[in-house]
């Protein structure tokens, strides 16, 4: 755990606006967002750590709620903090529903479980399709940022879920190892003053002789940017869980939808044969079994081991297949790879962790090579995304398109850097 003195003087901006990464950012993408709920652990954190993003969400005409835990009187009178929040939500997103759940500044550890139930309560109303939940990030240093963060991720599974740090600023520098870049995404924020204005409501924070909240600090918060730690996938406990219950859990091998479907992924290959070869997300190598005759050589990775597991069982008769648990989302295998396949994996990923992985398929993928994708279309309200938005991600890439077959239940595309038709591959046209 770290600690820090919040009194001492900590990392200024300008080291952390020195280092090129940070203007380099994926954007947070509020694309399909229909609701926004931003949980706090004291008074001002969310207007800190996400003030931006209110201020966005309400121009976008996004309903905003706001949930502080604590009341915040470790740190001051606790109604004056209360006064002071109201005021700085509503300069941000004028029609915020805000609720104060009055827990003991300091006491979230102490409460843990009388929290839980309340997180559940909340979200329990909130639609996880098209809701984008927003809580401190649960390694920020303060023990309070910590515990409601994880209360948070906890309940908020099948959401799509950002964490803004608020402590990190002061006790990190851009070269600590705990850092997440990888992980980050950042939102522009137009010079209007708002927040900084925001910011000012909190005037037991910023004023006396020991304010708790020092000038130099809120430097961070005044740049025209906010940064959040976003969480890529779903988390790998989701499929295990499934694997568990299920042999099969998507009826790959007894369902004819299944078996149409992968027909007719089989058949959009602009190529009769493959060398080096991805699959991202084999599960237990049903498609692998039938991608293998094409390719000299095949990996399938897949996040779970259980998955992995019964994968190998399958494919244990073809040398040529390799199969490897991999988390996508963090790293692909090095290629080049001809042919790359992401068959109802985009929509696990958030927005923001879809564009990485299709940043390392671009980058992994020869000259020549060919992408084959493949989603379900109807809306399940555990993904983060629908199989449209994985398509269209796709889309904007630029990539030539050899094949797009859309139906009712699924979309399929096959992109490729080499434009040829399969008749001029083939020397008929």
Not at 166 to 191: C, G, K, Q, Y
Not at 268 to 296: D, K, M, W
Not at 325 to 342: E, K, Q
Request: hydrophobic content about 45%; glycine content about 6%.
């Amino acid at each position: 755990m770290v600690t820090f003195d919040a009194a001492s003087v900590g990392t200024p901006v300008e080291v952390w606006d020195a280092d090129g990464r940070l203007a380099h950012l994926p954007r947070l993408s509020l694309e399909g967002i229909e609701r926004l709920v931003v949980f706090a652990a004291h008074p001002d954190d969310e207007t800190l750590g996400a003030g931006g993003l209110m201020a966005e969400a309400h121009r976008r005409r996004i309903p905003v709620d706001v949930i502080v835990v604590t009341d915040g009187g470790a740190a001051g009178d606790a109604t004056e903090r209360s006064r002071e929040l109201r005021a700085a939500v509503t300069s941000l997103a004028p029609q915020a529903r805000i609720r104060e759940l009055g827990f003991a500044d300091g006491q979230t550890r102490e409460y843990r479980a009388e929290l839980l139930v309340a997180v559940r309560r909340i979200l329990a109303s909130v639609p996880r399709q098209h809701s984008l939940i927003a809580a401190p990030w649960r390694n920020d240093g303060h023990r309070d940022h910590r515990i409601v963060g994880e209360v948070v991720a906890e309940v908020a599974v099948g959401f799509r879920l950002i964490e803004y740090p608020i402590w990190m600023w002061h006790w990190a520098t851009p070269a600590d190892p705990a850092v997440p870049w990888e992980r980050f995404a950042s939102l522009t924020l137009p010079r209007d003053g708002r927040k900084p204005r925001a910011i000012a409501a909190f005037v037991s924070q910023l004023t006396g002789p020991a304010p708790m909240l020092r000038a130099d600090f809120l430097d961070h918060f005044r740049r025209p940017l906010e940064i959040f730690v976003t969480s890529d996938a779903l988390a790998v406990d989701y499929f295990d869980e499934l694997y568990a219950r299920h042999d099969d859990p998507w009826g790959f091998t007894d369902r004819w939808y299944e078996q149409r479907k992968r027909a007719i992924t089989l058949a959009a290959l602009p190529n009769q044969s493959y060398g080096r070869a991805l699959e991202i997300g084999g599960s237990i190598g049903v498609l692998t079994a039938e991608l293998a005759p094409r390719c000299e050589s095949l990996l399938s990775i897949d996040i779970s081991q259980t998955a992995v597991d019964r994968a190998r069982e399958r494919l244990a008769d073809q040398p040529h297949v390799t199969i490897e648990r991999a988390d996508a989302g963090a790293a692909l295998p090095d290629g080049p790879f001809d042919l790359i396949v992401l068959s109802e994996v985009g929509y696990y990923l958030e927005p923001d962790g879809l564009e990485r992985l299709l940043d390392r398929i671009e980058a992994a993928l020869a000259l020549d090579g060919t992408v084959l994708l493949c989603h379900w279309r109807h809306p399940v309200a555990d993904y983060p995304m629908t199989g449209d938005a994985v398509h269209a991600a796709v889309a904007a890439r630029g990539l030539a398109n050899l094949v797009h077959h859309v139906e009712a239940d699924f979309v399929l595309d096959v992109v490729s850097r080499d434009g040829r038709s399969v008749a001029e591959r083939t020397g008929l046209a």
